[in-house]
């Protein structure tokens, strides 16, 4: 094999004239050998430290001299550029015909151009990336999801591994690790925040450490995920940014065999980890809010009713909205200290919907369980009750029935005062429908209460019904515009002699459902006290009342 021709030994020529010679770019004569014949200027110098490893024996370079060899034996060229590097630049290369069947090439580099291709195109991944994350995190409020897709997506997308340190929780952080294409695990582990440089000032919510400044070697085993494969080479400590709390950090690892992260890299990661915060503090703040929300439901929710002291209980609500759980209808059942005692049971409506006369209710329901000990007496209850809502600012009013109940043998007395709400309604055995002979003045609006009580004795199978307006004002029908009335539900309750009492409530709260069909309507609630015709179970079963999710109306 021969020496590869040196360019600048190579003769200027005039066989193609002096149009080329003088182009600012490299221009290369090759005959039909594949041998460079003549170069210009521009060439000479581009080509002047070549050697034997990057060209072939005829002075081309290697990509040059493979186009040059698939063009046309003819020697009339292709037409079509070809793209190759040399000395870390790039040259689109363009044949054109020369004289004696020599080819002219000529090299305009694309250096720049390329560069900027290949930044932009690192750009619209990025960007892509960014909104693949923000769409993904920003899908789901769960705080556990969120962390396990940010750690997955940096793992996969901008390192070998990530770890995410949780905001301490005592002396504890929870962590989780993610490897590019393996699985996201989770530990908690009391962490020495102090050890690793910069992750105590980013759990801060401060701005990171650079890269260089971490030495790899010093991290403590903690950082590294399970299995991680090869000690750690580059390493990135970011904060993610969260709603005014830092919502953690998060570290990126590269194993030595990878180049280190750059300067770009770092940034990137950042305005990742912005994101990737954003989310993760909005899915804080709601589980934060939905367990407050749920706290402050169970004290709103009416509780779900059984047997106490041998009497049978059983209670619906349907808030005036599908979506809501709570309203101003309300329930409750207090029961005695034992069997002999008086149980006191309440029933009421406040004026309004929602979430605001929901509130309401619930303080209303706090005054009557302090009154509890002076349920023997339902015109000092009611009295007390009216005296604290006219000194409270809000100036709504509520009407209420109250019962005191208690077994004797086997009948159960009821004593029921109304305070300007709709009287109970008796199932006798034999399906008669009786109206308790009580009434009275509604609580909240007027200085003084007058109240009317009742004494009603319920045999076995008998149910006594407790209902808010809601039912009988349910508006529907054939028209959708007839209230559904006192006297239809009277008629329906008789179809209900000597069932239990959740078959009472049930069957009242599907009556108003199909009469109201897809209409709007008032909060419902139903309570049914029942003297159960199998008997009863004088034993503790007070605590039926307890620890018991709320019951809701079927539609």
Excluded at 171 to 191: D, E, F, I, N, S
Excluded at 516 to 538: F, Q
């Amino acid at each position: 094999m021969t020496a590869s021709p040196d360019i600048s030994d190579i003769p200027r020529g005039t066989g193609v004239g002096a149009a080329w010679s003088a182009a600012p770019f490299p221009v290369l004569v090759v005959d039909g050998g594949g041998t460079v014949v003549e170069a210009n200027h521009a060439a000479r110098g581009l080509f002047s430290q070549q050697t034997g490893d990057g060209f072939t024996e005829g002075g081309l370079p290697h990509w040059l001299a493979q186009a040059h060899g698939s063009l046309p034996a003819t020697g009339a060229p292709a037409g079509a550029a070809v793209r190759g590097t040399f000395a870390d630049r790039t040259f689109a290369a363009h044949p054109s015909p020369g004289e004696r069947g020599n080819v002219v090439w000529w090299l305009v580099e694309d250096t720049d151009l390329r560069t900027a291709q290949q930044a932009l195109r690192s750009e619209r991944e990025r960007t892509a990336l960014l909104a693949d994350i923000s769409g993904a995190l920003l899908s789901s409020l769960n705080v556990d999801r969120c962390t396990e897709v940010t750690a997955r997506t940096a793992a996969d997308h901008l390192a070998d591994a990530a770890v995410i340190v949780a905001p301490a929780r005592g002396r504890r952080h929870a962590l989780t690790y993610a490897q590019a294409g393996g699985a996201v695990t989770r530990t908690v582990a009391q962490v020495e925040a102090a050890a690793v440089p910069g992750l105590a000032e980013a759990l801060q919510g401060f701005p990171p450490v650079p890269t260089r400044w971490i030495d790899p070697e010093g991290l403590p085993e903690w950082v590294l995920p399970p299995g991680f494969d090869g000690p750690v080479g580059s390493v990135i400590i970011t904060p993610l940014p969260g709603h005014g709390v830092p919502a953690g950090v998060l570290m990126l690892l590269r194993s030595d065999t990878h180049r280190a992260f750059t300067d770009g890299e770092e940034v990137f990661a950042g305005l990742f980890a912005a994101r990737a915060g954003a989310a993760l503090s909005a899915a804080s703040l709601y589980a934060e809010q939905a367990s407050i929300t749920a706290t402050l439901l169970r004290e709103l929710l009416p509780p779900r009713l059984e047997r106490v002291h041998g009497v049978e209980y059983a209670g619906a609500f349907r808030a005036s909205q599908d979506h809501e759980l709570v309203g101003g209808d309300f329930y409750d059942v207090h029961p005695g200290a034992d069997p002999s005692k008086e149980t006191f049971v309440v029933l009421g409506d406040v004026a309004g919907k929602g979430l605001e006369a929901a509130v309401l209710t619930g303080k209303i329901r706090s005054v009557l369980h302090a009154l509890v000990p002076l349920s023997g007496d339902h015109r000092q209850v009611l009295t007390l009750l009216n005296d604290a809502l006219l000194d409270s600012p809000h100036t709504r009013f509520a009407t209420l029935v109250l019962a005191s109940v208690r077994r004797r043998a086997d009948q159960v007395e009821l004593r029921l005062t109304s305070a300007g709400h709709l009287p109970p309604l008796i199932i006798r055995g034999d399906g008669r429908v009786e109206e308790a002979a009580t009434g009275g003045t509604l609580v909240g609006a007027l200085p003084e209460v007058t109240a009317r009580s009742a004494d009603v004795v319920l045999a076995p199978g008998e149910t006594c019904l407790l209902y808010t307006d809601g039912v009988t004002e349910a508006r529907g029908g054939p028209l959708g515009d007839q209230l559904y009335g006192e006297a239809r539900l009277q008629t329906a309750l008789r179809e209900c002699a000597r069932m239990p009492a959740g078959a009472v409530v049930e069957r009242v709260q599907m009556l108003a459902a199909q009469w109201l069909g897809d209409g709007g309507h008032d909060d419902l609630a139903t309570l049914a006290i029942t003297n159960s015709a199998a008997g009863h179970d004088p034993g503790g079963d007070a605590d039926a009342l307890r620890d018991r999710p709320p019951r809701r109306a079927r539609r």
